[in-house]
């Protein structure tokens, strides 16, 4: 230890090591030498900041900041020395900051989502509808025997089978699955009446009504009439509305139009 | 509580949503209960030409996916779209008109279904009624569309967002709807892609719309990743219009349609692992370490999560033949409609105190209401999977089980499988309505005798 450290720790009234570490780590920080930070420090000339670097490697921020701490219990004079430090760490972190904020604030542009989303929505039009739908309606139209005829009896049971919502327990949709095909013949794509289509149902929760006009007991009209008319004389196990409330025109409508099934979707 | 007719700004359309949407919950949980006693029995309840299943079944589905599904777009679209914007919205007047007319329509649906039961065909897709909607919500898309384009804020939040796609897809559905028939694969397709726009988009979307706000507002918590928002709105948006196409495998539609139908299935997996990264680390964010007006949020992420889950599940083509036109396919609209609820009533019970000024006492009247949705969505979601597996595997166990025959022991084999769901239906179908009606008893009580407290302020202009 020189008698300067003990000079400026005297003055300081900080302990000898103490002053000896920060005037190091001072002097590496600025690039000049020991002695010329401890003579700023007993009362010289302060240090110059534009000094030329120390050959070594350059000091981090965390060091130097560690450095501050030390000082912070030696004296306010040497505090302010090191704050310089600081301020001359500090710039750079400071600019990354300030670039993230501005990619956190870039602008979203409206016209683009509005354009992507009915972009998306128009896709799904073109795609999944008006495509599949003129390719089946050309594919069915090459075909033969490719159109279902239907009286107007049987389209107007089919309208009382609609109002009814029969389609909601019954499909006439016979799959092309094995397991599917013992229950009838497979429905095959036709031009029909909007009426008769709308009829072929999406759920199967009771039996497939494909071919129920060519299988015992719902070929015969007058089952047919006691079933639907008071479904518990037939069965008290099994759930089926009564349709009690039809008028006589309707029923015999509806019986007409589920005699037919079996010829329209074979 | 002071609700006015006119209101002036969304703070009070927002009131006037708040109210109406558990009316229309009620009557929609009245209607399904009604359906399902009358088909567990309807061999001992007295049948007419309204109370009967297949015209009950139709009105439940247009009450519950179109009544109850606009109110909560009216009441997500009110609050939600202007704030999402940072701005009050222009054209505040049509904005008021053409929300009523969306609710209006919907029920003006339901009216005319019940009181003209005998012309409801005529009534149907090509009728002034069906224009009339397109007209309303053109008028709703025109709308958002405007407001979008004079935004304030630099980006769009992510509710912004979903509703708006919830009300192009809902444009959409209302056009293909009216499609004429002319060959039998025709409806197949309309019914697919009504379903994926409609309920699949328009419902999930509303949905979404809902849990990205209540995620991170009420609970002071910061999105934590815009991209993965972003990978959740186009992924399902892109993909939801398309999954339901799978459910007519072997049927009459092009294969090419039926095959990308369960590719883009199981592609649902990444908008999900999105959504679910994105709202389990928004979660962790929060400040606020209880809102009990969000108790039903999360629960309503596992319902959505799993019900997509199922989704995929199904796309799994040794299973397609099996779950394909059962009741299995309603287990996706469930699990969608029943998330929707659940964060509506969560939307609800959080704007309470904003709009009413009104504090929810949250006693054990609450906790009943939440633990019955809560509960019953589970089970309708667990007993709609074993109801549709059940059936599908036994109209196709063996021969004439599908077909009636003479003793008709075809069904009674079916029958004596699923009869114990279609029970369970019933009941739970009677919680939800018991829910349902506590439900609204709960924000009656709140709205009218709730301890006062600040009300919150929209100060949004438009300069």
Known sequence: MSDLVNKVAEILNAPVDLVQRSAEARATASGVSVDDVLNSWAGGESVAASASPAPKKEVSVEEVVEEVSVEEVVEETVEERTEEFIKEAEPQEFIEEVVEEIVELKNESALSFISGVLLVGLFTFLFAFVIPKNQ???????????????????????????????????????RTLIPDTQNGKVLKNKFANETLINNVGNIRLGPDLSTSATREPTNNSQWLTRYLSDSTSVNRDIPHPSYDFLDDDDLEYLITYLLSLGESNE | MKIKLFPKNEQELSKLFVLIFPLTLLLSLTISFLKNAYFTFANLLPNNSVFNYGFLDRLDTQAALGLVFGASLCLSFSYLFSKSLGRSMVLFPIVFLTLLGVVGTEFLDILVNFFFQNSAYDLGNSSLLILLKILVVFGLFGLSTLNLLVKKE??????????????????????IVRAELNVFSDIFLVNSLYTGTHIYVGVAFIYMAIVHFLMTRPLKAVLFNKTLSSITFWGFLFLLPWTNFKYYYGSVLPNWIENISIYLSMSLVVPLLAFLVNYIKTIQSKEVEEVRSLNLLNFSVVLFSITTIFHMISSFENLLPILGITNFVNVITYGLVGSLVLATISLSYYLIPKLYGREVAYSRLEDITFFGFKISYLLLLINNTLLGVNSGYSWNAGANTGSPTIYGEGFGIVWSLIGINFSVNTFISLVLLGSGFLYLISVLRAVSSGSITTVEEMVYSNE
């Open chain 1, 136 to 174: 089946a309606t050309d594919i069915v139209s090459d075909s033969l025997n490719n159109s279902v005829s239907a009286s107007s009896e049987v389209i107007k049971g089919a309208e009382v089978y609609a109002e009814l919502n029969c389609q909601s327990c019954h499909t006439q949709n016979v």
């Open chain 2, 154 to 175: 630099a980006s769009i939040f992510a509710s912004a967002q979903f509703i708006y796609g919830a009300v192009v897809f809902y444009l959409i559905s209302l056009f």
